[in-house]
C-alpha cells in the first residue's frame, strides 16, 4: 500500500496544495515552521479521520476560512482509491471513500495503515502512563477496528459516569447502570491490550537485542488494575463497587483501564523510573520498529511510515539502524536537513523543499 497523490485545501498553512509521491521515499525539507509536519498531518488525517497533532479539528482549519478539505489518492487492495475528509468550523466532519460516505471512523481504519514516528515517541518510556496508552490504543485501532468503538464507548460512558457522580443525589440503581455499561466495554478494552502487548513484547525485545548488540534485554508486561484472565468483567464490577464511595467523594472514576499502563524493563530495571535517555530512547525505538513488523504480520500489509524530524533526535548508530530496518515501506520524511552519511544511506526517492506553506522546489 502506498500513497500516490494529496490535496490540501484550507489545511494549517496551505491555501492549496496538489502533490504526487513516490512510492518508496519522500523528503520533506526546509526550516522549522514552514509546513513540514503540517503535509504529514494531512496524510495521517485521511487515513485514521483524527489527527495526530491536536484532538480539536477545528485547529487545522486554515486561519479565516470556514472549512479544511484534504483528499488523498492511495493504493492498497490492488487498486486506487480516493478518500476525502472535510471539517468545518463547527467541528463537524464528513469523510468519504470513492464517493461513498462513511459514518463510522472504523470503516476507514482497516484500509490505509500508518505509523508516525515523532520526537515525542521517543519519550514514551519516560512520559506519563497516559502516553503509553495512547500508542497502545492508536497500534490497535488499526488492527483492530472494532477496538475503537469499544474504546469510544468506554469513553462516553466514562465521561456521563463522571458527570453523575458530581450530582448531589444519586440514584444507587442509575449508576449501577454506568457501571455495567463500562464493564462491558472496558473488559474487551483489558483483553484486546493484554494480548496485543504479549505479541508486542515478543517482537520489540528481538529489535531491542539487535539494537542494543545483545546487551539488553526488554521486557514488557501490561499493568492493570484488572489482572484477572477470563474474569474482566466480574473484577472490574467488583472495583467499581468497592471504590463508589471514594468515587462519589472525588467526584471522578478512580478504577479501570483509563489508568492502565505498561512496565518497560531492561535486564529487571525498570526504564520509566531508572533508566538512561539513551536506555529510554532505545526502548523507545524498539516500540515504535515493532508497530511495523506487527501490522505486517497481523493484515500482510506494509504500512506507510510518518518519520517526523525524529533523525535528528537519534544518535549515528540508532539513525542508521532506523534506516536499515525500514525495509519497502513507503515513508514520508520531514527534516532540516540532508546532509551526511545517513542521508546518502536513505534509498532513492523525492525530495521537496517546503516553504510558507509551498513545494517551492521539487527534486
Known amino acids: 500500500m502506498y500513497i500516490r497523490e494529496l490535496e490540501l485545501e484550507n489545511f494549517r498553512n496551505y491555501e492549496h496544495l496538489n502533490v504526487s509521491f513516490s512510492r518508496d521515499i519522500n523528503i520533506f525539507l526546509g526550516e522549522n515552521a514552514q509546513g513540514k509536519t503540517n503535509l504529514l498531518e494531512g496524510i495521517y488525517l485521511n487515513a485514521v479521520a483524527r489527527s495526530f497533532k491536536t484532538q480539536r479539528d477545528r ?84 488492527i483492530r477496528p472494532g477496538y475503537v468503538n469499544d474504546l469510544n464507548t468506554y469513553r462516553r460512558v466514562l465521561r456521563q459516569r463522571n458527570a453523575y457522580l458530581k450530582e448531589e443525589r444519586i440514584d444507587e440503581a442509575v449508576l449501577e447502570i454506568w457501571d455495567e455499561e463500562l464493564v462491558r466495554s472496558g473488559a474487551r478494552l483489558v483483553r484486546e491490550r493484554r494480548r496485543f502487548l504479549e505479541k508486542t513484547n515478543e517482537i520489540s525485545r528481538d529489535i531491542h537485542q539487535r539494537i542494543s548488540g545483545g546487551r539488553e534485554h526488554l521486557q514488557l508486561d501490561y499493568e492493570s488494575q484488572i489482572d484477572a484472565e477470563g474474569g474482566e468483567e466480574e473484577q472490574f464490577l467488583q472495583l467499581l463497587r468497592e ?121
Open 59 to 142: 485547529e487545522m482549519i486554515r486561519f479565516g476560512q470556514d472549512y479544511c478539505k484534504v483528499r488523498a489518492v492511495s493504493h492498497y487492495d490492488d487498486e486506487d482509491h480516493v478518500s476525502e475528509i472535510v471539517v468545518s468550523r463547527e467541528g463537524a466532519k464528513a469523510v468519504k471513500v470513492d464517493g461513498v460516505k462513511i459514518s463510522k471512523t472504523s470503516e476507514l481504519l482497516d484500509r490505509l495503515h500508518i505509523i508516525v514516528f515523532s520526537p515525542e515517541d521517543l519519550k514514551i518510556v519516560k512520559d506519563e502512563p497516559g502516553k503509553r496508552r495512547g500508542f497502545i490504543n492508536r497500534e490497535l485501532c488499526q
Open 243 to 363: 471504590s463508589k464511595e471514594k468515587d462519589r467523594a472525588y467526584g471522578t472514576t478512580r478504577k479501570g483501564p483509563h489508568h492502565d499502563d505498561i512496565r518497560i524493563c531492561a535486564d529487571g530495571v525498570d526504564l520509566r523510573k531508572f533508566g538512561s535517555q539513551g536506555q529510554q530512547r532505545t526502548a523507545a525505538l524498539s516500540l515504535k520498529l515493532s508497530e511495523i513488523r506487527l501490522i505486517e504480520e497481523e493484515t500482510g500489509e506494509r504500512p506507510v511510515l510518518l518519520l517526523d524530524d525524529v533523525l535528528s533526535e537519534l544518535d549515528n548508530e540508532r539513525q542508521k539502524y532506523l534506516i536499515n530496518s525500514l525495509g519497502e515501506n513507503q515513508m514520508f520524511i520531514t527534516t532540516t536537513d540532508l546532509m551526511g552519511s545517513v542521508a546518502r544511506a536513505l534509498p532513492e526517492g523525492k525530495v521537496y523543499k517546503i516553504r510558507q506553506g509551498e513545494i517551492d522546489i521539487e527534486i
